[in-house]
Nanobody, 115 residues
Framework: VQLVESGGGLVQPGGSLRLSCAAS????????MSWYRQAPGKERELVAI????????NYADSVKGRFTISRDNAKNTAYLQMNSLKPEDTAVYYC?????????WGQGTQVTVSS
C-alpha cells in the first residue's frame, strides 16, 4: 500500500488549496479514505472521511463548511479542497486508509496559513 500526498504550500488567510492523495497497492474503490492533520505540539486529528463510493462524507466541526473531501475512483485519488483557510489550519496533512486490519499513512504534506 502506498499513499502519496501533494498540493500543500504557503497560503494567506482566506485562501484556498487542494490536496491530492494518490493511492496504490489496494483496490481503492472498496475502501473509505480519510484526511488527518497534525499541528506542532498537538495530536493528529481526523479532518474528513469519505465512503468507498464517495456517497457519504463526514467532517471535523472545525472545518465544516470550509473543506470538501472527494475522490475519483477511476484515478485512485482522494482530494481535500480547503477554502477560507485560517492560521489554525496550519499543519501537516496526511492521507489514511484502513486496509487489512491496519492503518496506512502517506508521508504528509505541509500546509501553512500565514500572512
Amino acid at each position: 500500500v502506498q499513499l502519496v500526498e501533494s498540493g500543500g504550500g504557503l497560503v494567506q488567510p482566506g485562501g484556498s488549496l487542494r490536496l491530492s492523495c494518490a493511492a496504490s497497492g489496494f483496490t481503492f474503490s472498496r475502501y473509505a479514505m480519510s484526511w488527518y492533520r497534525q499541528a506542532p505540539g498537538k495530536e493528529r486529528e481526523l479532518v474528513a472521511i469519505i465512503s468507498s463510493a464517495g456517497t457519504s462524507t463526514n467532517y471535523a466541526d472545525s472545518v465544516k463548511g470550509r473543506f470538501t473531501i472527494s475522490r475519483d475512483n477511476a484515478k485512485n485519488t482522494a482530494y481535500l479542497q480547503m477554502n477560507s483557510l485560517k492560521p489554525e489550519d496550519t499543519a501537516v496533512y496526511y492521507c489514511n486508509v484502513a486496509y487489512a486490519g491496519r492503518n496506512y499513512w502517506g508521508q504528509g504534506t505541509q500546509v501553512t496559513v500565514s500572512s
